[in-house]
Protein backbone atom coordinates (compact mmCIF):
# COMPACT_ATOMS: atom_id res chain seq x y z
CA UNK A 1 0.00 0.00 0.00
CA UNK A 2 1.04 3.53 -0.52
CA UNK A 3 2.63 4.91 2.11
CA UNK A 4 0.17 7.19 4.41
CA UNK A 5 2.34 9.93 4.12
CA UNK A 6 2.01 10.09 0.43
CA UNK A 7 -0.28 12.80 -0.84
CA UNK A 8 -1.34 12.24 -4.37
CA UNK A 9 -3.55 13.95 -6.28
CA UNK A 10 -5.25 12.61 -10.15
CA UNK A 11 -5.88 15.58 -12.29
CA UNK A 12 -6.69 15.61 -16.35
CA UNK A 13 -4.69 17.18 -18.48
CA UNK A 14 -7.46 19.32 -18.96
CA UNK A 15 -7.49 20.30 -15.70
CA UNK A 16 -3.85 21.20 -15.43
CA UNK A 17 -1.79 21.39 -18.98
CA UNK A 18 1.11 22.59 -19.27
CA UNK A 19 4.75 20.38 -18.55
CA UNK A 20 5.43 19.82 -15.05
CA UNK A 21 8.68 17.77 -13.44
CA UNK A 22 8.14 14.18 -14.30
CA UNK A 23 9.77 11.38 -11.97
CA UNK A 24 8.04 8.49 -14.55
CA UNK A 25 9.92 9.93 -17.36
CA UNK A 26 14.05 10.16 -16.03
CA UNK A 27 14.58 5.94 -16.78
CA UNK A 28 13.36 4.93 -20.37
CA UNK A 29 10.13 2.39 -19.25
CA UNK A 30 9.87 0.50 -22.23
CA UNK A 31 12.22 -1.10 -24.31
CA UNK A 32 13.54 0.98 -27.11
CA UNK A 33 11.56 -0.58 -29.81
CA UNK A 34 8.41 0.26 -28.76
CA UNK A 35 8.85 3.99 -28.96
CA UNK A 36 8.67 3.46 -32.62
CA UNK A 37 5.12 2.33 -33.31
CA UNK A 38 4.29 4.24 -36.56
CA UNK A 39 0.50 4.16 -35.55
CA UNK A 40 1.50 6.43 -32.22
CA UNK A 41 4.55 8.36 -33.80
CA UNK A 42 1.58 10.01 -36.03
CA UNK A 43 -1.36 10.10 -33.75
CA UNK A 44 -0.03 10.21 -30.07
CA UNK A 45 0.61 13.96 -29.78
CA UNK A 46 -3.51 14.26 -30.83
CA UNK A 47 -4.52 11.79 -28.32
CA UNK A 48 -2.77 13.88 -25.66
CA UNK A 49 -3.81 17.47 -27.63
CA UNK A 50 -7.41 16.24 -28.10
CA UNK A 51 -8.38 14.39 -25.11
CA UNK A 52 -6.72 15.80 -22.33
CA UNK A 53 -10.00 15.18 -20.49
CA UNK A 54 -9.03 11.94 -20.30
CA UNK A 55 -5.29 11.74 -19.82
CA UNK A 56 -4.09 12.44 -16.01
CA UNK A 57 -1.19 12.22 -13.83
CA UNK A 58 -0.31 11.52 -10.17
CA UNK A 59 0.91 14.48 -8.74
CA UNK A 60 2.82 14.40 -5.19
CA UNK A 61 2.43 17.44 -3.61
CA UNK A 62 5.22 17.50 -1.38
CA UNK A 63 7.84 16.37 -4.20
CA UNK A 64 5.72 18.87 -6.80
CA UNK A 65 6.49 16.20 -9.74
CA UNK A 66 4.51 13.91 -11.70
CA UNK A 67 4.87 10.30 -10.44
CA UNK A 68 2.63 8.55 -12.62
CA UNK A 69 0.80 9.15 -15.69
CA UNK A 70 -2.56 7.21 -17.13
CA UNK A 71 -3.20 7.64 -21.28
CA UNK A 72 -6.87 6.55 -22.42
CA UNK A 73 -8.86 7.23 -25.23
CA UNK A 74 -12.27 7.44 -26.10
CA UNK A 75 -14.11 4.42 -28.47
CA UNK A 76 -16.64 2.82 -29.91
CA UNK A 77 -17.63 -0.72 -29.01
CA UNK A 78 -20.81 -2.69 -29.59
CA UNK A 79 -20.13 -4.92 -26.06
CA UNK A 80 -19.15 -7.65 -28.51
CA UNK A 81 -15.97 -9.88 -27.70
CA UNK A 82 -16.05 -10.99 -31.26
CA UNK A 83 -15.66 -7.09 -32.20
CA UNK A 84 -12.86 -5.91 -30.14
CA UNK A 85 -9.95 -5.53 -32.35
CA UNK A 86 -7.23 -7.89 -33.12
CA UNK A 87 -5.10 -4.49 -33.31
CA UNK A 88 -5.42 -3.72 -29.88
CA UNK A 89 -3.51 -0.21 -29.44
CA UNK A 90 -2.34 0.17 -32.94
CA UNK A 91 -6.51 -0.58 -34.37
CA UNK A 92 -8.76 1.75 -31.29
CA UNK A 93 -5.80 4.71 -31.80
CA UNK A 94 -5.88 4.61 -35.37
CA UNK A 95 -9.86 4.35 -34.92
CA UNK A 96 -10.79 7.39 -33.25
CA UNK A 97 -9.34 9.61 -35.34
CA UNK A 98 -11.04 8.09 -38.85
CA UNK A 99 -13.27 10.29 -40.83
CA UNK A 100 -16.65 9.76 -39.60
CA UNK A 101 -15.79 7.12 -36.90
CA UNK A 102 -18.85 6.19 -34.47
CA UNK A 103 -19.74 7.76 -31.54
CA UNK A 104 -17.58 6.52 -28.24
CA UNK A 105 -19.21 4.09 -25.82
CA UNK A 106 -16.55 3.04 -23.57
CA UNK A 107 -12.99 4.31 -22.59
CA UNK A 108 -10.23 2.47 -23.96
CA UNK A 109 -6.89 2.35 -21.18
CA UNK A 110 -3.46 2.90 -23.16
CA UNK A 111 -0.90 2.93 -20.83
CA UNK A 112 -0.35 3.25 -16.84
CA UNK A 113 3.20 5.09 -16.13
CA UNK A 114 4.59 4.64 -12.74
CA UNK A 115 7.34 6.59 -11.77
CA UNK A 116 10.18 3.23 -10.31
CA UNK A 117 9.98 4.15 -6.51
CA UNK A 118 6.50 4.41 -6.45
CA UNK A 119 6.12 1.00 -7.69
CA UNK A 120 4.46 -2.28 -5.83
CA UNK A 121 2.66 0.22 -3.38
CA UNK A 122 -0.66 -0.17 -4.58
CA UNK A 123 -0.56 3.06 -6.86
CA UNK A 124 -1.20 1.23 -10.22
CA UNK A 125 -4.68 0.17 -8.59
CA UNK A 126 -5.35 3.64 -8.06
CA UNK A 127 -4.54 4.55 -11.59
CA UNK A 128 -6.75 2.17 -13.32
CA UNK A 129 -9.44 3.40 -10.35
CA UNK A 130 -9.09 6.59 -11.51
CA UNK A 131 -9.11 6.01 -14.95
CA UNK A 132 -12.54 4.10 -15.00
CA UNK A 133 -13.88 7.10 -12.76
CA UNK A 134 -13.07 9.54 -15.56
CA UNK A 135 -14.61 7.81 -18.01
CA UNK A 136 -17.59 7.40 -15.42
CA UNK A 137 -17.66 11.29 -15.43
CA UNK A 138 -17.77 11.71 -19.34
CA UNK A 139 -20.88 9.34 -19.80
CA UNK A 140 -18.23 6.08 -20.16
CA UNK A 141 -19.10 3.47 -17.57
CA UNK A 142 -17.17 0.48 -19.13
CA UNK A 143 -13.62 0.71 -19.35
CA UNK A 144 -11.43 -1.38 -21.60
CA UNK A 145 -8.21 -2.35 -21.84
CA UNK A 146 -5.83 -3.98 -24.39
CA UNK A 147 -3.50 -4.99 -21.40
CA UNK A 148 0.90 -5.53 -21.91
CA UNK A 149 1.51 -8.37 -19.65
CA UNK A 150 4.38 -7.50 -17.48
CA UNK A 151 5.87 -10.82 -17.84
CA UNK A 152 5.29 -12.21 -20.75
CA UNK A 153 8.53 -10.78 -22.03
CA UNK A 154 10.42 -13.73 -19.92
CA UNK A 155 8.73 -16.47 -21.85
CA UNK A 156 8.89 -14.92 -25.67
CA UNK A 157 8.01 -18.44 -26.70
CA UNK A 158 5.57 -19.40 -24.92
CA UNK A 159 2.19 -18.53 -27.30
CA UNK A 160 0.21 -16.27 -25.29
CA UNK A 161 -2.86 -18.32 -25.04
CA UNK A 162 -0.80 -20.78 -22.99
CA UNK A 163 0.39 -17.87 -21.17
CA UNK A 164 -2.93 -16.55 -19.89
CA UNK A 165 -3.79 -20.09 -18.48
CA UNK A 166 -0.79 -19.62 -16.37
CA UNK A 167 -2.28 -19.11 -12.22
CA UNK A 168 -0.45 -19.25 -9.24
CA UNK A 169 -1.34 -21.55 -6.19
CA UNK A 170 -4.00 -19.38 -4.83
CA UNK A 171 -5.73 -19.07 -7.99
CA UNK A 172 -4.55 -15.69 -9.34
CA UNK A 173 -2.83 -14.95 -12.18
CA UNK A 174 0.99 -15.41 -12.54
CA UNK A 175 1.28 -11.79 -14.53
CA UNK A 176 0.94 -9.24 -11.52
CA UNK A 177 -0.48 -6.83 -14.37
CA UNK A 178 -3.07 -8.52 -15.34
CA UNK A 179 -3.80 -10.08 -11.76
CA UNK A 180 -4.07 -6.19 -11.17
CA UNK A 181 -6.70 -5.82 -13.60
CA UNK A 182 -8.52 -8.74 -12.06
CA UNK A 183 -8.33 -8.05 -8.86
CA UNK A 184 -10.86 -4.77 -9.64
CA UNK A 185 -13.29 -7.04 -11.19
CA UNK A 186 -11.69 -7.09 -15.28
CA UNK A 187 -11.77 -9.90 -17.20
CA UNK A 188 -9.43 -11.69 -19.53
CA UNK A 189 -12.20 -11.71 -23.28
CA UNK A 190 -9.59 -11.95 -25.83
CA UNK A 191 -6.38 -11.71 -27.20
CA UNK A 192 -5.34 -8.97 -29.50
CA UNK A 193 -2.99 -10.53 -31.74
CA UNK A 194 -1.44 -7.62 -33.05
CA UNK A 195 -2.09 -4.70 -30.93
CA UNK A 196 1.38 -3.19 -31.88
CA UNK A 197 2.96 -4.07 -35.20
CA UNK A 198 6.80 -2.09 -35.78
CA UNK A 199 8.76 -2.96 -38.57
CA UNK A 200 12.36 -1.56 -39.35
CA UNK A 201 15.51 -2.02 -41.11
CA UNK A 202 18.11 -4.40 -40.08
CA UNK A 203 20.29 -2.22 -39.01
CA UNK A 204 17.69 0.03 -37.39
CA UNK A 205 16.71 -3.32 -35.15
CA UNK A 206 20.28 -3.97 -33.83
CA UNK A 207 20.39 0.14 -32.81
CA UNK A 208 16.94 -0.26 -30.91
CA UNK A 209 18.20 -4.03 -28.91
CA UNK A 210 22.13 -3.25 -28.67
CA UNK A 211 21.98 -7.11 -30.74
CA UNK A 212 23.72 -8.12 -33.85
CA UNK A 213 21.32 -10.13 -36.27
CA UNK A 214 24.14 -11.80 -38.50
CA UNK A 215 21.40 -13.76 -40.70
CA UNK A 216 17.48 -14.15 -41.66
CA UNK A 217 15.45 -15.71 -38.48
CA UNK A 218 13.65 -15.04 -35.29
CA UNK A 219 15.09 -13.59 -32.32
CA UNK A 220 14.68 -13.29 -28.91
CA UNK A 221 15.24 -9.87 -27.83
CA UNK A 222 15.14 -8.00 -24.51
CA UNK A 223 11.81 -6.76 -23.73
CA UNK A 224 10.03 -8.19 -25.85
CA UNK A 225 6.82 -10.73 -25.55
CA UNK A 226 7.34 -12.49 -28.57
CA UNK A 227 10.51 -12.94 -31.01
CA UNK A 228 11.28 -10.56 -33.95
CA UNK A 229 11.23 -11.67 -37.24
CA UNK A 230 14.73 -10.80 -38.94
CA UNK A 231 14.83 -11.12 -43.06
CA UNK A 232 17.83 -9.70 -44.33
CA UNK A 233 16.86 -10.03 -48.10
CA UNK A 234 14.44 -7.80 -47.36
CA UNK A 235 16.51 -6.24 -44.80
CA UNK A 236 13.37 -5.77 -42.50
CA UNK A 237 12.76 -6.80 -38.68
CA UNK A 238 9.08 -6.94 -37.85
CA UNK A 239 7.71 -7.41 -34.57
CA UNK A 240 3.88 -7.85 -34.14
CA UNK A 241 3.10 -7.95 -30.11
CA UNK A 242 0.38 -9.53 -28.57
CA UNK A 243 -1.93 -8.05 -26.17
CA UNK A 244 -4.69 -9.29 -24.10
CA UNK A 245 -8.56 -7.66 -24.20
CA UNK A 246 -9.53 -7.21 -20.51
CA UNK A 247 -12.85 -5.21 -19.75
CA UNK A 248 -13.96 -3.35 -16.41
CA UNK A 249 -17.75 -4.27 -16.67
CA UNK A 250 -20.76 -2.16 -14.93
CA UNK A 251 -23.86 -3.07 -14.66
CA UNK A 252 -24.52 -2.90 -18.48
CA UNK A 253 -21.89 -5.49 -19.29
CA UNK A 254 -22.24 -7.40 -16.47
CA UNK A 255 -23.63 -10.33 -18.43
CA UNK A 256 -20.72 -10.44 -20.74
CA UNK A 257 -18.64 -13.83 -19.84
CA UNK A 258 -15.10 -12.32 -18.89
CA UNK A 259 -13.29 -15.66 -18.91
CA UNK A 260 -11.08 -16.54 -21.85
CA UNK A 261 -11.74 -19.64 -23.46
CA UNK A 262 -9.00 -22.38 -22.27
CA UNK A 263 -6.73 -23.96 -24.98
Known sequence: MLRPDVALQFPTRAERPGRQPHAAS????????????????????????????????????????????????PAAWDGDIASLPDGGIDAVVEARFTEGAPTPSVLCALQILIAPEY???GLSRRMIER????????????????VRPTLKHRYPLTPIDRYLSWRRQDGTHLDPWLRTHERLGAGIVKVARESVRIVGTVAEWEEWTDMAFPESGAYVVPGALVPVEIDRERDEGVYVEPNVWMVHPNTATADIDVTIARR
Open 26 to 73: ETPVWPEFLYHDPVLDRLFDRVIGEYAEFNFYAWDDEREEVVGVGNAI
Open 131 to 146: MAEIGRDHGLDTLIAP
Open 119 to 121: RGQ
